[in-house]
T-cell receptor
Framework: GQQVMQIPQYQHVQEGEDFTTYCNSS?????IQWYKQRPGGHPVFLIQLVKSGEVKKQKRLTFQFGEAKKNSSLHITATQTTDVGTYFC??????????FGAGTILRVKS | DAGITQSPRHKVTETGTPVTLRCHQT?????MYWYRQDPGHGLRLIHY???????DKGEVSDGYSVSRSKTEDFLLTLESATSSQTSVYFC???????????????FGPGTRLTVL
């Protein structure tokens, strides 16, 4: 089955600094989804990317899908304490299944 | 939040005992999933269902069984719990995709299971 590698595993930033997490696959992905999980909470869907080279923005969050559809990134500009949590990428497989990356834990110092 | 509940929310049990976790949805979504979450592993699919009485194995299905006798309920059973099954278990639902890509999954609040 598919595997997605996500880096870094953990990042601790000062409030106001930027943050980026990367998701990589050895195979071409049909699409990729991003989820956020707050501490003690459950994963919540953020966005889905489908097209090669696609870029989508949600306020301070920018999502990119690589030209070869083998990698993706999530960039947060000027982090806030509300951004803390774990960010997961997930690749879709047949049958409406998802394969999740291991996640990047973001901590923000105020 | 989507109408998904999980019960129990917390459970402590002993090795060798059977355990059943329940996921209940009020969204009438076709697909239901059981994941386990462990540090450093993200979310790993245990079993999923694509309709009533239609289920299939996921990545980490050994030691688990599932049943779905009606649209709204998806049960996960640990026939004989082991300490390696100590984890947080999440149920998720999704609907049939009608466009490009796949529909997002909505997650329940999770069940924290400890096997002593």
């Amino acid at each position: 089955g598919q595997q997605v590698m996500q880096i870094p595993q953990y990042q601790h930033v000062q409030e106001g600094e930027d943050f980026t997490t990367y998701c990589n696959s050895s195979t071409t992905l049909s699409n990729i989804q991003w989820y956020k999980q707050r501490p003690g909470g459950h994963p919540v869907f953020l966005i889905q990317l489908v097209k090669s080279g696609e870029v989508k923005k949600q306020k301070r969050l920018t999502f990119q899908f690589g030209e070869a559809k083998k990698n993706s990134s999530l960039h947060i500009t000027a982090t806030q304490t509300t951004d803390v949590g774990t960010y997961f990428c997930a690749a879709t497989e047949y049958g409406n299944k998802l394969v999740f990356g291991a996640g990047t834990i973001l901590r923000v110092k105020s | 939040d989507a109408g998904i509940t999980q019960s129990p929310r917390h459970k402590v049990t002993e090795t060798g005992t059977p355990v059943t976790l329940r996921c209940h949805q009020t969204e009438n979504h076709r697909y239901m999933y059981w994941y386990r979450q462990d540090p450093g592993h993200g979310l790993r699919l245990i079993h999923y269902s694509y309709g009533v009485k239609d289920t299939d194995k996921g990545e980490v299905s050994d030691g688990y069984s599932v049943s779905r006798s009606k649209t709204e309920d998806f049960l996960l059973t640990l026939e004989s719990a082991t300490s390696s099954q100590t984890s947080v278990y999440f149920c998720a639902i999704s609907e049939v995709s009608r466009g490009q890509g796949y529909n997002e999954q909505f997650f329940g609040p999770g069940t924290r299971l400890t096997v002593l």
